[in-house]
């Protein structure tokens, strides 16, 4: 029974007032395949081969300064344990951690201030340069240092609400739809499957898309400091 | 029984229900003599997840069943166990079990539509990995076979060459042969010509003396012919013609 409809997403399981649901964020660490025997896995293989397609993916954002080199490495970390956090999310009784800002904000918040530290102290004049994009017409830029400076500030912002916000949006879609099921006749029922697997088919491309974006966005913006 | 960890594995399960040392331990470990093989042996890793049925549920649990209830037992089971869950509300079928039942029917679909395709995609993969390590060695392998193959071949012609030696041979001899008899004829010839002119020669002698002989007797009887005989001889012709003409 829900107290109200956002309670699905309320952190529970607690012993002791310790709330052992976050465990569910190093869910995706088990099933990561691992390279034991000589000769890989299927498992392995296809995971090698998304790690390996994001990689190239990223090292051609990121640029081949020699600062960069290794850089694409924490952006498909990040890409991995947001993914597997969204797309877990999705199996029953399984509790979405990148659904809540407190996930979200943790992954991003750090990375863009870490990166605005960093850029703002060593290259002070590139990142001014970078107030004002290629191609304003002259009697724009005030207002465009103005936009791009608001730009920059709600980036964390915009990163950890994105993501948190695709995520409950699906669940509360699938959760309402969920709770008439109790209510329904067996024929209705079907009907219900069929919309709750459209759904789930939804979520679980919203679920990758998201965890890339995320990644994506955090290696452009990477790129914008260096 | 949940764990899938290391030595459950069929093969060492019962390795270890007979109390052997498992396979994968190695002769140097055991050789310290530190450790009880026998009672606490080490585990193995191993190589293949163990047997599931339905996707998920272990072999181990229906095997569990079938001494007591047979094949049916663990099916029986499951729905008598879940019939009594949900009839008395222990498990409540709320929001989440429509949508982990929605997930269930997609995952099924999916794995039953993409699976194989994906598994035999991936298997190539794995198939060229495997080939990749192997390739040294069996490329060797090759070289090694080819080399052999050819040093056979090069056996064989060698064997070749002996008959060709003694075609040759034979072809030497024949010509031998061959000029003996030339040289055979030429001496029988030149025997007979030197016996042909042995016997001319006797034949000639002979002819010379028989005229000699001839010519001599006439000689001598001419000489020895009378006057008178001539006379007798001649009318006895006459006469005798005579008589022919008349006859």
């Keep these: ?226 | 029984m949940l764990s899938r960890v290391a030595f459950r594995s069929d093969v060492n399960y019962q390795a270890l229900q007979r109390n052997v040392p498992l396979m994968g331990v190695r002769c140097s470990q055991t050789a310290s003599g530190e450790r009880d093989e026998v009672n606490f042996p080490r585990p193995v890793r191993a190589e293949l997840p163990g047997k599931v049925r339905h996707g998920f549920i272990p072999e181990e649990w229906f095997q569990f069943f079938y001494k007591k209830t047979g094949v049916t037992g663990p099916y029986v089971f499951g729905v008598g166990l879940s019939t009594y869950l949900f009839s008395k509300e222990i498990y409540v079928m709320e929001h989440e079990f429509y949508s982990g039942l929605s997930l269930l029917i997609m995952a099924v679909i999916a794995v039953k539509k993409f699976g194989p395709k994906l598994a035999e995609y991936l298997d190539k993969q794995v198939d060229a990995i495997e080939e990749a390590w192997k390739s040294g060695r069996n490329s060797e392998i090759q070289t090694y076979t080819n080399a052999i193959a050819a040093e056979k071949k090069e056996q064989w012609r060698a064997e070749g060459q002996k008959d060709l030696m003694a075609a040759k041979r034979a072809n030497v001899a024949m010509q031998l042969e061959a000029a003996y008899r030339e040289r055979m004829m030429l001496a029988y010839n030149e025997v007979k010509r030197r016996l042909d002119y042995q016997v001319e020669r006797q034949n000639i002698d002979r002819r010379i003396a028989h005229k000699h002989m001839v010519s001599w007797v006439v000689q001598n009887v001419v000489k020895s012919i009378t006057a008178q005989q001539e006379k007798e001889s001649l009318a006895k012709c006459i006469s005798d013609l005579r008589g022919l003409a008349k006859a």
């Design chain 1, 1 to 226: 029974m829900m107290t109200n409809l956002f309670s699905v997403f309320d952190p529970s399981t607690s012993v002791y007032s310790l709330s052992l649901n976050w465990i569910s964020t190093l869910l995706g660490l088990m099933i990561i395949p691992s390279t034991f025997w000589l000769i890989p896995s299927r498992n392995f293989i296809m995971w090698n081969s998304i790690l390996n397609t994001l990689h190239k993916e990223f090292k051609t954002l990121i640029g081949y300064k020699n600062i960069n080199k290794g850089s694409t490495f924490i952006f498909i970390s990040l890409f991995s344990i947001i993914m597997f956090n969204n797309f877990l999310g999705l199996f029953p009784y399984i509790f979405t951690s990148t659904s809540h800002m407190t996930m979200t904000l943790s992954l991003a918040l750090p990375l863009w201030l870490t990166f605005m530290v960093f850029g703002w102290i060593n290259n002070t004049q590139h990142m001014f340069a970078h107030l004002v994009p290629q191609g304003t017409p002259p009697i724009l830029m005030p207002f465009m240092v103005c936009i791009e400076t608001i730009s920059n500030m709600i980036r964390p912002g915009t990163l950890a609400v994105r993501l948190a916000a695709n995520m409950i949006a699906g669940h509360l879609l699938l959760t309402l739809l969920g709770n008439t099921g109790p209510s329904l006749t067996s024929s209705l029922l079907s009907l219900l499957l069929i919309t709750q697997i459209a759904l789930l088919m939804l979520e679980s491309a919203v679920a990758i898309i998201q965890s890339y974006v995320f990644a994506v966005l955090s290696t452009l913006y990477s790129s914008e400091v260096n």
